[in-house]
């Protein structure tokens, strides 16, 4: 069997930036995809707790790859057991497969909580959507790591 990919888009909001929450302390931030996916940035850092992870994907997106795989690999088992239904049925074996199962709802993931602001970060020069009490009491940049105190 070959290996199969799927692409899943994460929408942006209006000013163009994309939800993603920390793993380790479960707080949301936003980024734009360009300051993500950008060469420069070795690593995301949690504006919250300041620690690196491995990903930041929201549970959104975790239940959407998990409904579109196990979607598709019941395709692949049904298909499969509709062709031995044809292949072994004779008169002294029936092989009866049934109706194909209902695929799990694939919901499409919306760009959600609104309650994040801008914030300007010195160090970096780029921006992101953070908590408004960690403007008030500083946050780590997501970019370098640096804790900021003086966020505009």
Same mark, same amino acid.
């Given at each position: %069997?070959?290996?199969?990919?799927?692409?899943?888009?994460?929408?942006?909001?209006?000013?163009?930036?994309?939800?993603?929450?920390?793993?380790?302390?479960?707080?949301?931030?936003? !980024?734009?995809?360009?300051? *993500?996916?950008?060469?420069?940035?070795?690593?995301?850092?949690?504006?919250?707790?300041?620690?690196?992870?491995?990903? *930041? =994907?929201?549970?959104?997106? !975790?239940?959407?790859? %998990?409904? =579109?795989?196990?979607?598709?690999?019941?395709?692949? !088992? *049904?298909?499969? %057991?509709?062709?031995?239904?044809?292949?072994?049925?004779?008169?002294?074996?029936?092989?009866?497969?049934?109706?194909?199962?209902?695929?799990?709802?694939?919901?499409? =993931?919306?760009?959600? =909580?609104?309650?994040?602001?801008?914030?300007?970060?010195?160090?970096?020069?780029?921006?992101?959507?953070?908590?408004? %009490?960690?403007?008030?009491?500083?946050?780590?940049?997501?970019?370098?790591? !640096?804790?900021? *105190?003086?966020?505009?």
């Amino acid at each position: %069997m070959s290996d199969m990919t799927f692409q899943i888009e994460i929408p942006a909001d209006n000013d163009g930036f994309v939800l993603l929450q920390c793993p380790l302390c479960g707080d949301f931030f936003k !980024v734009r995809p360009s300051d *993500y996916e950008d060469d420069g940035v070795l690593s995301l850092h949690c504006p919250s707790c300041g620690q690196v992870s491995d990903n *930041y =994907i929201t549970e959104d997106v !975790v239940e959407l790859a %998990m409904a =579109i795989a196990q979607n598709y690999a019941t395709d692949l !088992v *049904y298909d499969e %057991m509709k062709k031995w239904e044809r292949q072994y049925n004779s008169k002294d074996f029936k092989f009866n497969v049934g109706q194909k199962p209902k695929h799990k709802p694939e919901n499409p =993931i919306k760009a959600t =909580i609104e309650a994040l602001t801008i914030s300007h970060l010195s160090c970096c020069l780029r921006e992101a959507k953070i908590k408004p %009490m960690l403007k008030i009491c500083g946050c780590y940049c997501p970019f370098c790591g !640096v804790k900021d *105190y003086e966020i505009e």
